[in-house]
């Protein structure tokens, strides 16, 4: 048996011959036993002293074991899954396995530096990752660690000490009105036609169409009632709520667009838009067949958000209120609005100044 040596004063320091070092002991309210080795004294000593007042303050002891694999185990199973979307805790998982963990994963938490996290940004970069991409990185570990301090894991966030990169801000994709006219005679005839006419009209997400039902038109009002999502997980298409609370709304349907559903055989029930098998149609379909009709109208690839991005546009130009806008658009705020098309601002200014000109002038 090791021969114990306590230090002055400290009851529960002892140097153990067997491991050659110091040792500090403590003993946790459910009877197990907490350890610290050392070479050093003062090391274990600080620890010891630390560790009996967290107890004292009713608080955990930071296990100095966990590393950041351990963590980002419990954050994906306790966080992410339990109150993310499943397509943003698809995303989370996606950038934890491929792009944090290979690099940090077997690194003790207490140990994590600002250098460790840095040097993962610039790595990345150089891989040929986006800016966005690698401060999405950066905005997932943040919040994992952040959960680390609530669990008293860690004392401090070290990625407050680091600059993860600014993607540069670009202004959204758009389809004029001549472009939006050449896509829709492309595309007039085909079942999918009211579709791009409800995204284009109303501003909703490619999700949001497809998973319309019967029920949620309401032609006698002209409205939409926004209530579930289509998406698709690693190629398993699914029906889910929207995205966020503001998400589930009613929207004005042009008159156009509900002559065009007026004339439609829609179903007594369920789905509006749907495969042969009654199934929902995959937003991977949808965006198959967009870009094929882009390049049979001579337009330039854009993303099926674009038509969202087209109809935002063309209701700023036109004078519609910016907080009408976003009530449609289902963001969950103005200033988000105003922040994602704030190169048309300059416009709208002009506009404004247009106009007090013309009620000045003598």
């Not at 090791?2 to 004063?9: D, F, I, V, Y």
């Not at 419990?74 to 943003?88: E, G, S």
Request: proline fraction near 6%; charged fraction near 25%.
């Amino acid at each position: 048996m090791a021969r114990k040596r306590r230090a002055s004063g400290e009851g529960s320091i002892f140097y153990s011959q067997t491991e050659n070092c110091w040792v500090a002991e403590i003993t946790l309210p459910n009877g197990k036993r907490r350890r610290k080795r050392s070479k050093k004294q003062y090391v274990v000593r600080e620890w010891l002293q630390t560790s009996l007042m967290r107890l004292k303050e009713g608080k955990l002891l930071l296990d100095e074991r966990a590393t950041v694999s351990q963590l980002f185990d419990r954050f994906l199973n306790d966080i992410v899954d339990k109150n993310l979307k499943p397509k943003t805790a698809d995303s989370y998982r996606y950038l934890v396995k491929n792009h944090i963990l290979p690099t940090l994963g077997n690194i003790k938490l207490k140990n994590l530096k600002p250098t460790h996290i840095q040097a993962l940004y610039s790595k990345k970069l150089d891989e040929g990752l986006s800016k966005r991409t690698v401060h999405y990185i950066h905005a997932v570990l943040r919040r994992a660690l952040n959960e680390a301090i609530k669990w008293e894991l860690l004392t401090s966030n070290p990625t407050s000490k680091v600059t993860p990169p600014t993607p540069a801000k670009k202004a959204p994709q758009t389809l004029s009105i001549e472009q939006i006219r050449k896509l829709l005679e492309v595309v007039r005839g085909h079942p999918y036609y009211p579709i791009y006419l409800i995204a284009i009209g109303c501003g909703l997400r490619e999700g949001e169409i497809l998973g319309l039902e019967t029920k949620d038109i309401d032609l006698e009002n002209s409205q939409i009632a926004i209530r579930q999502t289509v998406v698709s997980i690693r190629g398993k298409t699914s029906i889910n709520e929207p995205k966020t609370p503001t998400a589930m709304r009613t929207v004005r349907i042009p008159s156009y667009v509900v002559e065009v559903l007026k004339n439609m055989p829609l179903p007594q029930d369920g789905l509006i838009f749907k495969t042969s098998n009654s199934n929902p149609i995959s937003p991977r379909n949808l965006l198959r067949h967009f870009h094929e009709s882009l390049v049979k109208a001579g337009l330039p690839r854009v993303s099926f958000h674009s038509l969202r991005h087209s109809y935002a546009s063309i209701q700023l130009i036109s004078g519609t209120h910016p907080k009408v806008v976003q009530e449609a658009l289902g963001h969950s705020s103005i200033e988000l609005t105003l922040n994602t098309y704030s190169h048309l601002i300059p416009n709208l200014q002009k506009e404004a100044a247009d106009k007090l000109d013309a009620v000045l002038k003598p």
